[in-house]
């Protein structure tokens, strides 16, 4: 059972990477999932349920293997009516998730090949 403390720690700690609170604002119109162009897709994507996920923890949302589906595009903070920063929320995952060494297996891959090759 996640605590509202637990809740508030997993916010102010993107608040911190972002410099900003604008995921406080986002109250999950789903504007940013109906113009994803990843999540036309797949079904698995969904910038929106991510983006909660983060709110709610963090943990969960760098495990996510959807996350990595994300094609930086930034269409998502683009088409935002709160201008949450959805895209950089995301990318933000990503670095947490890399620090963490929680890459899918593909993606650990492809970066071992590129340090050691320059390429994949």
Known sequence: MTRLSDITICREEIVKILGSDRINYCYQCGTCTARCPSAHATQTYNPRRL??????????????????????????????????????????????????????????????AISEQGRT
């Open 51 to 112: 983006l909660l996920k983060a709110r709610s923890s963090i943990d969960e949302a760098i495990l996510d293997e959807a996350l990595w589906l994300c094609s930086t595009c930034h269409t998502c903070d683009d088409v935002c009516p709160q201008d949450v920063r959805i895209g950089s929320v995301l990318v933000a995952l990503m670095n947490i998730a890399a620090a963490k060494d929680k890459l899918p297996d593909g993606f650990a891959m492809g970066l071992k």
